[in-house]
């Protein structure tokens, strides 16, 4: 007797594949936010020297 395919959400690559995308996914999006604040504390500490 045959096995029938577990079927989740994701019907298209492995186990390994969407893993693998959603580490990729997500230190993309914790770089952009270490980036989005690292640029604004600068711009934030340049315009406090510039009016102080």
């Known amino acids: 007797m045959k096995r ?3 079927t989740t959400g994701r019907t298209t690559g ?6 693998l995308r959603d580490a990729a ?4 999006l914790r770089g952009l936010a270490y ?4 640029g604004s504390a600068g711009l ?3 315009w406090l020297q510039s009016h102080l």
């Open 4 to 6: 029938k395919p577990r």
């Open 14 to 19: 492995s186990r390994r594949t969407n893993r």
């Open 25 to 28: 996914a997500f230190s993309l």
């Open 35 to 38: 980036g989005l604040g690292t």
């Open 44 to 46: 934030l500490l340049y």
